[in-house]
């Protein structure tokens, strides 16, 4: 950083990635990123999230992390929210699964059940 100019503009983009936070229509994905998550492979499988959500341009979508969600014999967890809709948890989720949840639950709107914290138990 050499100037006022460019400290004013990394200031800009920040305000602007938090305001997309902010955002009430937007769907949020949210990775547990504790250390069972990261012990059990949170790591790609938010970079797969990531990847998906850019590939396929959705800019109404939020990827954020947190810590722990507090199941860790069935990490790694992603929650997706998608604002005036029940929470959904899907729990040992990998890199093809994270795709086809993105897939199906945020682009078509359809629940991949299958993964879900209710059929692991």
Do not use: F, W
């Amino acid at each position: 950083m050499k100037s006022l100019a460019e400290l004013e503009a990394i200031r800009n983009k920040a305000k602007g990635n938090v305001n997309l936070r902010k955002d009430d229509h937007a769907v949020r994905v949210v990775v547990g990123m504790a250390t069972c998550g990261i012990a059990a492979g949170a790591r790609p499988v938010l970079a797969a999230i990531m990847d998906e959500v850019a590939k396929r341009n959705l800019e109404h979508v939020a990827v954020t992390q947190t810590g722990c969600i507090g199941v860790c014999r069935l990490e790694p967890i992603v929650e997706v929210m998608v604002p005036g809709e029940e929470k959904v948890t899907y729990v040992k989720v990998d890199e093809k699964k994270a795709a086809e949840i993105v897939s199906e639950h945020i682009v078509n709107g359809r629940v991949v059940t299958k993964y879900t914290i209710g059929a692991a138990e």
